[in-house]
RNA sequence: GCGCUCGUAGCUCAAUUGGAUAGAGCAACGGACUUCGGAUCCGUAGGUUGUAGGUUCGACCCCUGUCGAGCGCACCA
């Protein structure tokens, strides 16, 4: 609809020019401030520049007002030229804001270390991430999502060492002495059982199988992982392994040494970071030979480069933002473009239980398990919650008020919105088909805004996509039912005669929350 | 101390990325024919956008200072 439009404009204009909404809508359904910049360029008053054009644009059928406002133009879109887009959308339901486009995109989320099970931090990214995945994939971009599993390093470690310990003290029964870093935690201790069962008591009985219980118990956690993300729809196409790639190690280091970024000093290597801007430069093997972890973190991003996507982007915890001038570095350093590689930051979710401030840490245990919270309010509640927020700011909600909420969860809201779409066509006792070829036009305003609304999702997806903000759907969905529930308070659809249109204008607005749904992973509910 | 992110109604968050009168939900208060399902709708109240300057036709948005919060500042991940 909008490329429709600037199509229009610019046959006219022959220039750059910003389209926008008009702050009321009964100003028109697009707007553009373009007199304001010519005014300087012609020497004129804004105002008379504005309309001097609008004559101009007048002349296209897709318009059937245009009209100057203190400057601004203001455009109307013409009933036949939305009546016939609401029948393509309604018959089109799969394809509706569909593209074709060329671009290839890399999406990395999550990436949770395989040491415990996600918390209510990790969800946040990995809603994000998905949702983002959905869209783009639906706006035509083709997005493979992956995983990186940091299945190697002193985290794995500790791991098979705070098992074997749990499996001494808990099962055993043997006094053990605690280092000061170890996982704690039920699911550890649990762990430890299935390990009995699995393995053997002999596996708590000698410090040599503590690598045995890392490698196990690892592999037990990222199927845990797995499972976590599959309640709330997710399932990734690629899942990469740190220390798989390891072997890759030379490879890269030869890049880096070749363009001469690494230096050694003492019996380390370094990198020279701060060329690009890092505040120090960084060790990358230490001196018993061992690569750090920004070494197998540069394996990667040459591993995913070297499959030449067109664009990359990572959505990393916050608490990782240090991390993203030394990895833009490494990627500049093995000769690829870092401009490439794009970092959401998903911001900490703190939260409080009947006011507390709960601490997370996956090291002391005490946090809160996703899968416990999706046990409680469901995916879809979860799902929206994270969604409805730019994931740059801090989030803070309270676990009490969470759970309770129930009727006051949007959710609720569009979906009842939806539900109430079905109720009315079964009222009338007609089908979509019924009414499709109905023309959508003499309506009022009300109608024609809930129209124009409904015929914005494409707008708003590829909006919410380009500047990776996912909240624009959950809040697009939550006004488009809000116009819905109020014209269906103010409006007598059954029995009326404007039956037919009505239930057409219905249907329209019935695809847009349907396929806005699905795209940020909930499915809308026919009754309630 | 340095860096990153953030600061908007009592609370949780928006604001077309520099545009028109800063908007929703929750909470509060007052209303809507025993209703095409009232899980809805309408209304009232709530703001010097932390703060002080600057940039310009125009600033919640950009720049500088300042205050506050969170997170980093590893040869952990």
């Known amino acids: 609809m909008k490329k429709s439009v600037i199509r229009s404009i610019q046959e006219s204009l022959q220039r750059e020019f910003i389209l ?36 101009k644009f007048l002349q296209s059928d897709i318009f059937q007002e245009v009209t100057p406002i203190k400057g601004y133009i203001n455009f109307k879109l013409s009933e036949s030229f939305l009546d016939k887009y609401a029948s393509w959308a309604i018959a089109n339901e799969n394809t509706f804001g569909i593209e074709e486009r060329n671009e290839s995109i890399l999406l990395e989320y999550v990436s949770a270390n395989p040491t415990g099970p996600l918390h209510i931090g990790h969800a946040r990214g990995a809603v994000v991430g998905d949702a983002l995945c959905k869209i783009g994939t639906h706006l035509g971009y083709k997005i493979d999502s992956e995983y990186y599993i940091n299945d190697a390093g002193n985290q794995v470690d500790l791991l098979g060492l705070s098992l074997f310990l749990s499996g001494r003290e808990q ?25 009995k069962e699995e393995l053997g008591l002999g ?84 001196d018993d030979g061992r690569p750090t972890y920004l070494a197998g973190d540069i394996i990667y991003h040459d591993y ?16 990782h933002h240090g991390y993203i001038a030394r990895v833009k570095a490494a990627i500049n350093f093995l ?17 409080l239980k009947g006011g507390e401030p709960y601490k997370m840490s996956k090291r002391a245990g005490n946090f809160i398990l996703m899968s416990d919270v999706v046990k409680e309010v469901g995916s879809d ?45 079964a009222k009338a006792n007609k089908s979509v088909e019924d009414v499709l070829h109905v023309k959508l036009e ?18 708003v997806l590829d909006d919410a996509f380009h500047s990776r903000q996912v909240q624009k759907v959950t809040e697009y969905l939550k006004n488009l039912s809000a116009s819905l529930h109020k014209f269906y308070n103010e409006n007598r659809v059954v029995g009326s005669e404007d039956e037919e249109k009505f239930l057409k204008l219905f249907a329209m607005v019935g695809v847009s929350i349907r396929v806005g749904l699905k795209l940020i992973g909930i499915s809308a509910k026919e009754k309630m």
């Open 20 to 55: 926008e909404k008009p702050a009321n809508l009964s100003f028109g359904h697009y707007a553009t401030p373009i007199a304001f910049s010519l005014a300087k360029e012609l020497k004129k008053s804004p105002i008379a520049i504005a309309e001097e054009l609008c004559e």
């Open 171 to 195: 099962i055993l029964g043997i006094s053990v002495e605690w280092p000061a870093e170890f996982y704690r935690g039920e699911y550890i201790v649990d762990l430890a059982q299935v390990a």
């Open 203 to 286: 596996i708590f009985e000698n410090e040599e199988s503590i690598a045995t219980l890392s490698l196990w118990g690892k592999d037990k956690m990222l199927e845990l992982i797995k499972s976590n993300l599959a309640d709330v729809g997710i399932v990734f196409d690629n899942f990469v392994s740190e220390k798989a790639l390891y072997n890759k190690w030379d490879e890269s280091f030869e890049k880096l040494q070749k363009n001469n970024k690494t230096y050694k000093e003492g019996d380390k290597i370094w990198i020279r970071s701060t060329e690009l801007g890092d505040e120090k430069d960084r060790v990358v093997v230490r």
């Open 304 to 319: 995913k480069f070297q499959r030449g996507y067109d664009h990359y982007i990572n959505i990393w915890g916050a608490d």
């Open 335 to 351: 000769g690829y473009d870092e401009k490439k590689l794009e970092v959401i930051l998903a911001q900490m979710v703190s939260l």
């Open 381 to 425: 509640a979860l799902r929206f919650v994270f969604l409805s927020k730019k994931s740059d700011t801090h989030l803070e909600f309270d676990v009490d008020v969470f759970k309770q909420e129930d009727s006051n969860n949007p959710i609720f809201y569009i979906n009842y919105a939806h539900a109430r779409i079905n109720q009315i066509f």
């Open 442 to 459: 003499n309506l009022s305003e009300d109608a024609q805004n809930l129209l124009f609304s409904a015929l914005l999702l494409p707008e």
